[in-house]
């Protein structure tokens, strides 16, 4: 093994524990850690919107604690001033006619900026954030600096409807509605919390650096995205039919995502199931989040359950061969009828797997179905051999 592919590796090892360091914590939220690494990974915004006290903020500052980079957090509200994110104006410079910012731990100079109540934001910080999160620069009119930005955390109790809150929404390529938990986990709730109040967050056992996190975003790059293409065009196709709109700049950088959570799941390939990370990149107001998911689960499931139907179909079909192979050749009514039976149902099965192929375009299905069309037709032949008493 090549060092490269060694350090590959062990960047594949490292992100599910990283994932796991990061909702350890917590009950049930995973799916809100899956969101943080995601975004992570592909250098993208993340915005978490749900009810009061649902570990939003808690879920951002646990991320700050695994990161082993430059962070900024602050709480907006309505009456937040550019100065107290973007730094004071210089006093000096001002005398001498100069417009110049003091950046120092704000968050021009940070590497993950986590907002809390991120839509709160008034008209002068909002056109700040825009070029900040877009272009990575940061622009008050006056002065100009390239930032180091990695990804920005937003979280907000509810989707923004202002319009001019539109274009910062968009920036946020993943976006995540945090239900509060369901009953059979408040008893967990219960003693996770206590010990939170009790001992405060457990010390991180692995943190990530800068270098590390850019070193697997490169790796994501490097996905066989394949196997999903077409499936993924045929969702787009049938998100929009039911007036699920995506923007172009989100459906561009889907792939990224979808490369991100193959990462995630420890693969260097792409399948199906990496498709699931579209419920964090289509929906925009609070009922689509669940309707994404429907879609997605219902269209997502149809090739796992051909897949397994056909794995079923494939054992069976060996069984038949060998039952064949074990048949006497002596030529009795009894063995005829029974062998035609045996090519009538074979028939049928093949019919089945030619709809499925037909259903979907899940290349797997595809091939494991035109293998097993194969194998039927090759019994099916012996069958007729042995009816023909050869
Ligand atoms: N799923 C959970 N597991 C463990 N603790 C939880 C969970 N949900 C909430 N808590 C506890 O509740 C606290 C409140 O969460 P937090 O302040 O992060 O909520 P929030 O979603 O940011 O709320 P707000 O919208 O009001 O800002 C957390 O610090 C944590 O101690
Ligand atoms: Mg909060």
């Not at 990283?18 to 914590?25: G, V, Y």
């Not at 993208?44 to 951002?60: D, Q, R």
């Not at 957090?73 to 006619?97: H, Q, R, S, V």
């Not at 989707?159 to 976006?175: C, K, N, T």
């Amino acid at each position: 093994m090549t060092n490269m592919e060694e350090s590959y590796l062990n960047y594949l090892k490292l992100v599910p524990q990283i994932h796991s360091e990061l909702s350890k914590p917590f009950v049930g939220r995973e799916e809100e850690s899956k969101v943080i690494l995601l975004a992570l990974l592909t250098r993208e915004h993340a915005v978490l919107i749900g009810e009061p006290g649902t570990a939003k903020s808690a879920l951002i500052r646990r991320a700050a604690q695994l990161l082993n980079m430059r962070c900024f957090t602050y709480l907006l509200t309505k009456y937040t001033e550019p100065a107290e994110l973007f730094g004071p104006l210089d006093i000096n410079a001002l005398k001498e006619g100069r417009y110049v910012r003091i950046t120092v731990r704000k968050l021009p100079e940070a590497e993950v900026v986590f907002l809390d109540e991120i839509f709160k934001a008034n008209s002068a910080i909002l056109n700040t954030l825009l070029t900040i999160m877009n272009e990575r620069l940061f622009y008050d009119g006056y002065t100009e600096i390239k930032v180091m930005l990695w990804s920005l955390f937003g979280a907000s109790n509810e989707v923004p409807q202002d319009p001019e809150l539109e274009a910062l929404y968009d920036r946020f390529l993943l976006r995540h509605y945090v239900k509060p938990l369901s009953e059979d986990m408040w008893r967990d709730l219960l003693k996770y919390s206590w010990d939170i109040e009790r001992y405060g967050y457990p010390q991180p056992e692995i943190t990530l650096d800068r270098a590390t996190i850019e070193n697997i975003n490169k790796l994501i790059y490097t996905v066989n995205l394949n196997a999903i293409e077409t499936k993924l065009l045929k969702i787009f196709s049938i998100l929009e039919s039911k007036n699920l709109h995506i923007t172009d700049r989100r459906k561009g950088k889907a792939l990224k995502v979808i490369a991100a959570h193959a990462i995630l799941n420890n693969r260097l390939i792409a399948n199906e199931e990496d498709l699931a990370a579209l419920k964090f990149i289509v929906p925009h107001d609070i009922d689509d989040f669940e309707r994404v998911n429907i879609i997605l689960s219902e269209e997502l499931k149809t090739s796992y359950r051909y897949l397994r139907e056909l794995e079923e179909i494939a054992v069976s079909i060996r069984e038949v061969n060998n039952y064949i192979i074990s048949f006497p050749n002596i030529n009795s009514r009894f063995i005829e009828y029974r062998l035609l039976e045996i090519y009538r149902d074979l028939e049928s099965t093949r019919d089945r797997v030619l709809s499925m192929i037909r259903e979907t375009n899940d290349e797997k299905v595809h091939k494991k179905g035109a293998e097993i069309v194969e194998n039927i037709n090759e019994v099916l032949e012996k069958i007729k051999k042995k009816m023909e008493g050869r």
